[in-house]
Antibody, heavy 124, light 108 residues
Framework: QVQLLESGPGLVKPSQTLSLTCTVSGDSISRGHYYWTWIRQSAGKGLEWIGRILTDGSTRYNPSLKSRGTISMDTSKNQFSLTLTSVTAADTAIYYC????????????????WGQGTLVTVSS | EIVLTQSPDTLSLSPGERVTLPCRASQSVDSDSLAWYQQKPAQAPRLLIYATSTRATGIPDRFSGSGSGTDFTLTISRLEPEDFAVYYCQQYRSSPITFGQGTRLEIK
């Protein structure tokens, strides 16, 4: 059974960098046919797709982040990570990592399972 | 960006009732690029339906999805007490992936 678990600081100061890690168990992040995603949820914006990384390391991000986000993977640890620079109060949210499943010849699809989520608050 | 609109924000229903939850897209999503999720308090969303009408593993058959183009629906044929939650639609027709704002089912 695949499980994902987010970890990282729960409090980040404005203008600093948010860093989160997702540890995957029960599946290898190197295995094809899946991709690895970050999604956040806030009261103001609902569910917002942040971006994804494929098994070949290629990434794609939501333009709403204005190039502040980076997703990377460490296959030796079976983890993938999110960094978000220059954070503001608007980045306060529950951050989820999730496994993406895409139809053949596509890099977009649905998400299952999700991690439990981690609350990140941006405040001085 | 494809905007997904779910309405109403909240529905009050009784166990045993049938409910249809709409999701309207700002542009065509094709017939197989839509998913539905259920979220309960303090939990992550759980996948219910993908490719518009395919139930995810372990999802009871009282949940069904349909639609095409810009109009999609999630139907729960007979509400069980555990079905009272928030439901989100999600499109994967184009990037960025987007979600609807959700419809909350509450017990009347």
């Amino acid at each position: 059974q695949v499980q994902l678990l987010e970890s990282g600081p729960g409090l980040v100061k404005p203008s600093q960098t948010l860093s989160l890690t997702c540890t995957v168990s029960g599946d290898s992040i190197s295995r094809g046919h899946y991709y690895w995603t970050w999604i956040r949820q806030s009261a103001g914006k609902g569910l917002e797709w942040i971006g994804r990384i494929l098994t070949d390391g290629s990434t794609r991000y939501n333009p709403s982040l204005k190039s502040r986000g980076t997703i990377s993977m460490d296959t030796s640890k079976n983890q993938f990570s999110l960094t978000l620079t220059s954070v503001t109060a608007a980045d306060t949210a529950i951050y989820y990592c999730a496994r993406g499943v895409a139809p053949v010849i596509s890099t977009r699809g649905w998400y299952a399972p999700w991690g439990q989520g981690t609350l990140v608050t941006v405040s001085s | 960006e494809i905007v997904l609109t779910q309405s109403p924000d909240t529905l009050s229903l009784s166990p045993g009732e049938r409910v249809t939850l709409p999701c309207r897209a700002s542009q065509s999503v094709d017939s197989d690029s839509l998913a539905w999720y259920q979220q309960k308090p303090a939990q992550a969303p759980r996948l219910l339906i993908y490719a518009t009408s395919t139930r995810a593993t372990g999802i009871p058959d009282r949940f069904s999805g349909s639609g095409s183009g810009t109009d999609f629906t999630l139907t729960i044929s007979r509400l069980e007490p555990e079905d009272f939650a928030v439901y989100y639609c999600q499109q994967y027709r184009s990037s960025p992936i987007t979600f609807g704002q959700g419809t909350r089912l509450e017990i009347k």
